[in-house]
């Protein structure tokens, strides 16, 4: 049974930061991807990685603040600095079993459940 359960959101300072964390159960040979969704918005990438590495991929909003990483295939983490109030959100991992690397919502097969992430100023 495949699971990806993301962890690591919550309430930041605009300036802070925070790590958010994704366990993946059931899966070897993927693409991971981190989205966000704000309340009225479309689902979005934030940053993709290519199982082997080789790629990466961020959304222009991130400016350099936020980095992707993944532990092989057990966990995906997603850095994140110099928060902005606009980048207050529902995060999710998901993970993309298909060949060929992507970064629209819809060509992921695997997501977790989301973990809310809230900037104040």
């Known amino acids: 049974q495949v699971q990806l359960v993301e962890s690591g959101g919550g309430l930041v300072q605009a300036g802070g930061s925070l790590r958010l964390s994704c366990a993946v159960s059931?899966?070897?040979?993927?693409?991971a991807g981190w989205f966000r969704q704000a309340p009225g918005k479309e689902r979005e990438c934030v940053a993709a990685?290519?199982?082997?590495?080789?790629?990466t991929w961020y959304a222009a909003f991130v400016k350099r603040r936020f980095t992707i990483s993944r532990d092989g295939a057990k966990n995906i983490y997603l850095q994140m600095n110099s928060l902005e109030n606009e980048d207050t959100a529902v995060y999710y991992c998901a993970a993309r079993t298909d060949y060929g690397f992507e970064i629209r919502p819809a060509q992921y097969n695997h997501w977790g459940q989301g973990t809310r992430v809230t900037v104040s100023s």
């Open positions: 059931g899966l070897r040979n993927y693409d």
């Open positions: 990685l290519s199982w082997s590495g080789s790629d």
